[in-house]
């Protein structure tokens, strides 16, 4: 269990910490309520003008803090080649 609203510990600005690849179901809310809730949750955060989708050039490089940001990886094209490195830098329980 985690919270529904995450508070970034650097800026104290607010962010939503649900997904709908891993959140399920709101504690203490019976399962439509919980479902009708997830549900606003997650059109809200993928409203276009949420989104960001990068265009991407040779030898481009994106950083992105997971604190504050959800990312999903769009299909790359079958001709070119996808390479990733990732790096985590260790944080703090969301609160």
Do not use: K
Request: one cysteine or more; glycine letters at 4%; charged letters at 20%.
């Amino acid at each position: 269990m985690h919270p529904i609203v995450r508070t970034h510990p650097d800026t104290g600005r607010r962010a939503l910490f649900v997904s709908e690849h891993f959140t399920t179901r709101v504690t203490g809310l019976p399962d439509s309520e919980s479902g009708a809730l997830l549900d606003d949750l997650f059109a809200h955060s993928t409203r276009h003008d949420f989104i960001y989708r990068h265009q991407w050039q040779a030898h481009d490089m994106l950083f992105w803090d997971n604190r504050s940001v959800m990312h999903l990886a769009a299909a790359c094209p079958d001709h070119q080649r996808r390479m990733l490195y990732r790096t985590t830098i260790e944080g703090n329980a969301p609160f």
